[in-house]
Each structure stands twice: as C-alpha cells, then as structure tokens.
C-alpha cells in the first residue's frame, strides 16, 4: 500500500522535473509542481505530497555498507544526485550548500545530513568520491553503488538520471536531475525541492529552518 502511493507521488513529479546534462550548458529549470503556496519566484519548492525517502542502501567513501533511511532517520536532511566529473553544476550545488552549512551554529551542523549520490558509479569509486567531497566539506556523505539501484532510487524522487555516455568529443557526461530534495526530521519525508539556481543566499536563509523541519 505505501509503495502504491509513493509511486504516484513519484510519477506526478517526474513528469514535472527535467534533466540536465552537466557540462552541456541545458537548463534543467525550476521544478514544476503541487506547492503549499506560490513559490515560483522562489528557490524552494514546497510539495503538498512530499515524498517517501528513498530505500537505498550504497557504499559511503570509507567503502562501508550506508542505509540511507536508517543513518538519516530522524535528522534533517539534503540529497543530491550528481557526479564528481561533472564541471559547473554540480560542484556549484554542493559548494553552495557547504559554504551556507558552515554560517549554522555547531549544533545546527551536527544534526544536518547531506547526501552526495553519484550518477557516475563507475568512475565515482569510495576513494574517488571521498577525494572530491573532501575540498568541499568532508562532512557531506557520499555514496556510490550499482548504477540500477541509484538510477530506481531517484526515480521515486522524480529525479530521472541516465547512463553516463560519450560526447561527440568523447567524454563521458552523466545527464541526470539537478535538484536537491531536503528530508524533514520530523516525518524523514521529502517536502521541499530546490533547482540548480539555488544560491548561498537561498540555502543560509532557509537551512535554520528546514533542521526544525519547518516551511522555508
């Protein structure tokens, strides 16, 4: 039954959020949605069904088994997915975030979870994906895996990710969702989305208030 209705969630906002290939220069544009109000000039989206968090179970970067659902129950939390090669978008997002991290108090940074999931498990190794987090925040937990079970896990965020492929100059571009979906601590659910224009700004105001599990 709940995963009857998580699906549906799941297919009205995947019919809603596009892709982004990093590198490429697309707009993955604003997620279009059900909100709580009308947040379209804002950077948060707020959903009126939030999601379920994804069932997944990875490798982190010291390559020890990570349940996403049991280490972040309870604690508020952000997940991205997204690759270590990719050259603006990503880094951009996860730099945003730790610099916005870092004006919480020591508390506040203690009960925020942050969740790297590579879109590129091939090349993104624990090794690798511990090296890249490392200059951002070492803090940030990155997980890696089989590729299916990443691509189904944020399929049920309505974030859609394809294979990495070749371009016409032959580098490897992973083409995925550019949102960040932040978990409550008080329902572990999805109820808030961010676009790829998120900025520090966006992400130091709303933070305090997404640790309490508050609207932004």
Not at 4 to 11: G, L, N
Not at 66 to 79: C, H, N, S, V
Not at 97 to 110: F, H, P, R
Request: charged content about 25%.
């Amino acid at each position: 039954m709940r995963k009857k209705t998580f699906a549906m969630a799941a297919v009205l906002a995947a019919a809603c959020l596009t892709l982004s290939a990093c590198g490429s220069g697309a707009d993955s544009g604003k997620p279009v949605t059900v909100v709580s109000e009308d947040n379209s000039r804002q950077a948060a989206t707020v959903l009126d069904k939030p999601f379920e968090k994804p069932d997944l179970v990875l490798t982190d970067t010291q390559g020890k088994k990570y349940d996403l659902r049991e280490q972040t129950a309870g604690k508020p939390t952000l997940i991205y997915f997204g690759y270590t090669h990719c050259p603006d978008v990503c880094p951009l997002t996860m730099n945003n975030i730790a610099v916005a991290k870092k004006q919480l108090s020591q508390t506040e940074q203690d009960k925020l979870r942050v969740v790297f999931v590579t879109t590129d498990p091939e090349r993104d190794t624990p090794a690798a994906l511990g090296k890249w987090l490392k200059g951002i925040d070492p803090q940030i937990v990155g997980l890696t895996g089989d590729f299916d079970t990443i691509q189904a896990g944020a399929r049920t965020l309505g974030i859609s990710i394809e294979p990495p492929t070749k371009d016409k100059d032959g580098k490897i571009v992973s083409t995925h969702g550019t949102q960040v979906v932040a978990f409550s601590p008080k329902s572990d659910a999805g109820y808030v989305l961010y676009g790829e224009d998120a900025t520090v700004d966006d992400y130091t105001k709303d933070l305090p208030k997404l640790i309490k599990g508050e609207n932004p």
